[in-house]
């Protein structure tokens, strides 16, 4: 039943991310490889989240450089800005996906019972969608800010880059700032300075997972 009600969340997705008719912009030399942007989820979409305990976020992807064979999704757990964990890391071909083609990406989080919480990263194409999941240790509940940003306005990003689309953090600190311009490994260590902080990025690969195992 578990696994029923992830399809069905999914699914949901799948179909708003294959009708949405807005043209995508298909100008490498001006927009990077791709463009990734946050989501216009619609009303019924929002309420399931609701009702779900779900907390979604949600990017399109327009891509403009078909040498790019692999779109992969990551969220990535650091402590006081170190990493710890490696949440989610999921890929998905993109043989065939075409500049018109829609691409979405989705990261889920659930709470659980007994101190656990449910992440699940997809990637959604017009042919269907490929995720992963994983049940981890929730933060305490103890913490007095929970905040989460990211990417609002359409962003540019290369193969090979990681571009950072979220981020969440847990802390008792009184400032808090959120930024997913993340380019060296000290912007990383500042944007990941708090207790509890998730990463949610996605990556576009020259060389699919697969590929690299077989040598192609």
């Known amino acids: 039943m578990r ?3 992830v399809m069905a969340f999914l699914l949901v997705f799948v179909l708003t991310a294959c009708t949405d008719e807005s043209a995508p912009e298909t100008n490498p030399d001006k927009k990077g490889d791709a463009t990734i942007v946050k989501a216009d989820l619609t009303n019924f979409e929002k309420q399931l989240m609701d009702l779900s305990n779900y907390t979604a976020f949600a990017y399109d992807i327009n891509l403009h450089n078909q040498k790019a064979k692999g779109l992969q999704v990551t969220v990535d757990h650091y402590e ?36 656990k919480e449910k992440w699940i990263g997809s990637i959604i194409t017009d042919n269907g969608y490929g995720s992963s999941e994983n049940i981890i240790d929730s933060p305490s509940a103890d913490y007095t800010s929970v905040t989460s940003g990211g990417i609002g306005s359409k962003t540019s990003f290369n193969i090979g880059k990681r571009q950072y689309a979220a981020t969440i953090k847990h802390t008792n600190k009184t400032s808090v ?33 697969d590929d690299k195992k077989s040598g192609k």
């Open 3 to 5: 696994s029923l009600t």
């Open 80 to 115: 006081n800005g170190e990493k710890v964990n490696e949440v989610i890391n999921v890929e998905s071909g993109l043989k065939g996906v075409k500049p018109s083609d829609h691409l979405r990406v989705v990261f889920l989080r659930q709470k659980m019972n007994q101190g």
């Open 177 to 209: 700032s959120q930024r997913t311009n993340l380019k060296t490994k000290e912007d990383i260590k500042k944007a990941t300075n708090y207790e509890q902080v998730y990463l949610l990025s996605v990556k576009l690969n020259e060389k699919t997972r």
